[in-house]
T-cell receptor, first 111, second 112 residues
Framework: DGGITQSPKYLFRKEGQNVTLSCEQN?????MYWYRQDPGQGLRLIYY???????QKGDIAEGYSVSREKKESFPLTVTSAQKNPTAFYLC??????????FGEGSRLTVL | SQQGEEDPQALSIQEGENATMNCSYK?????LQWYRQNSGRGLVHLIL?????REKHSGRLRVTLDTSKKSSSLLITASRAADTASYFC????????????FGKGTKLSVIP
């Protein structure tokens, strides 16, 4: 089935550690996105990528990094510089028109 | 920055009643979309309305768009308990934009 796969679904991190969230899509979409969701805050854009080897900062990129080496993959690294990383992270892809397709999310908790 | 803002933030209705949610936005758009999110899950696309459209229907969903007021509404008719979810509007940032901006959502509870 075509879609977006995020892993892991749940992740725990100690303070000071970097963690990487995986996002893979088999929809052949050029654009991919990472959103952060906090209770009552809706979705906020972290990074997005329109094509391979190119990505742009969103509204809350500080403390995060991404790469786009393959069309299918857009991993997000939450670095130790992110002071409040506990949140629900959503990956999405888009063919440039119409709807976004979302993964099921990854919940990161800092211990 | 939030482009779309939904209201109310929360809505509780009885099964069978209609639910109306509103979305306001600030800048010109190419289209506006509505999404649904069940608790702890990803978002699912419901309906897209283009800037040159005023109303669109899909099953029990009716969406309106008023570009002069920069607002949209989502009506769910004959609600069911399974409609319980959060609903978000999303707007692009104009023609050619690859960014979608989401509001904070309306949390709908349908009581059986």
């Amino acid at each position: 089935d075509g879609g977006i796969t995020q892993s892991p679904k749940y992740l725990f991190r100690k303070e000071g550690q970097n963690v990487t969230l995986s996002c893979e899509q088999n929809l052949n979409h050029d654009a991919m996105y990472w959103y952060r969701q906090d209770p009552g805050q809706g979705l906020r854009l972290i990074y997005y990528s329109q094509i391979v080897n190119d990505f742009q900062k969103g509204d809350i990129a500080e403390g995060y990094s991404v790469s786009r080496e393959k069309k299918e993959s857009f991993p997000l690294t939450v670095t130790s510089a992110q002071k409040n990383p506990t949140a629900f992270y959503l990956c999405a892809s888009w063919e440039g028109a119409g709807e976004l397709f979302f993964g099921e999310g990854s919940r990161l908790t800092v211990l | 920055s939030q482009q779309g803002e939904e209201d109310p933030q929360a809505l509780s209705i009885q099964e069978g009643e209609n639910a109306t949610m509103n979305c306001s936005y600030k800048t010109s758009i190419n289209n506006l979309q509505w999404y649904r999110q069940n608790s702890g899950r990803g978002l699912v696309h419901l309906i897209l309305i283009r800037s040159n459209e005023r109303e669109k229907h899909s099953g029990r969903l009716r969406v309106t768009l008023d570009t002069s007021k920069k607002s949209s509404s989502l009506l769910i008719t004959a609600s069911r308990a399974a409609d319980t979810a959060s609903y978000f509007c999303a707007t692009d940032r104009g023609a050619g934009s690859y960014q979608l901006t989401f509001g904070k959502g309306t949390k709908l509870s349908v009581i059986p």
